[in-house]
């Protein structure tokens, strides 16, 4: 099967055998589910031994879907990620299915996680090819299932903006990872996928430089740029009290711990992708709560960067440093 996004061609073995996993007994189910109507699903348990469980349940064949089969790869990937870089079984730690529906509605410009599962739409080729063809996006709506399951964020105001930016923040690590690239377009949401026809315009949203974007329609406050200092931060009601345009001050700062610079008048020295990421997962997992902000999430890091990371003779490590750099950089003391 040809997908229409990434452009490559899977065969049937393809879309499984990304399915094995270094640890044979963590055994992720990952179903397919066609949103077409009126099909008549069938199961095809393809879960050879060897193999880990595949349910792709579809009443058109799973691989002549270049969407299902792009949801299924991402995920994998992203799976894989989490058990090999942070040692995580699935989204809940226990090795829960990893469910993808794609064709969500009718040229939906949009991807989510309704608290179960990843939805996908389609897109409508202008603002948007095939959602499923990126994996920062399945690992941005994986990371709410992860968050979920952990911290569990509430999803408004500022531990909603808490949410979206390490959804962001893992979505953006996980393809990094992957591809073996932090170019600053990987350091952008959806660049894969967004305005299929107008190259090297980047994603929906930039974490290196977040005001280089414009905020889209769907929050409302269109042409407005998204803010990269606490000052900035958006205090309206629109979009969940901010959710997604406040997430791009503490994106910004994840993107100066890993790869440095200087912003505000405030020096940053990075300290690579493989730290910042520990550091993160470390927050997120270890100290984050629902009702976590900025300052609590800038105390969590810290915190993560000192457990990983040990003072030495009374000074802070350089990783810790740069995390409080950062976030002075952003404007969270
Ligand atoms: C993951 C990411 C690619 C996606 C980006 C996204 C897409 N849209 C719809 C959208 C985007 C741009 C425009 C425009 O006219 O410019 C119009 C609509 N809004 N946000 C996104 O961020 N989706 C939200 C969806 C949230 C749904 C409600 N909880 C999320 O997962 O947090
Ligand atoms: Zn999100």
Sequence with gaps: VKDSVSGKSYLHGAAIEGGTTTNPNIVPVHTYKANRMGETPFILLSGLFGFSGFEVETGTSFFADPAAVSAHTNSIKVNTYYQNIHKRNSLDGKGMPIISTVHIGSKWNNAAWNGKQMLYGDGDGILFSSLAGAMDVAGHEMTHGVISKTANLTYQGESGAINESLADIFGALSEMHSH?????????????????????????????????????????????????????????????????????????????????????????????????????????????????????????????ARDLYPDRNGAPSAETKAVMAAYDAIGVP
């Design 180 to 304: 073996g690239l932090t170019s600053p377009s990987e350091w952008e949401m959806g660049e894969d996928i967004f305005t299929p026809n107008v190259p090297g315009d980047g994603g929906l949203r930039s974490m290196s430089n977040p005001k280089s974007k414009k905020l889209s329609a769907a929050y409302g406050l269109k042409d407005n740029a998204y803010p990269d200092h606490y000052e900035d931060r958006y205090l309206g009601e629109l979009d969940k009290g901010g959710v997604h345009i406040n997430s791009s001050i503490n994106n910004k700062a994840a993107y100066l711990i890993s790869e440095g610079g200087e912003h505000h008048g405030v020096k940053v020295t990075g300290i690579t992708r493989s730290k910042t990421e520990k550091i993160f997962y470390r927050a997120l997992t270890n100290y984050l709560v629902p009702s976590s902000g900025f300052q609590e999430m800038r105390a969590a890091a810290v915190q993560s």
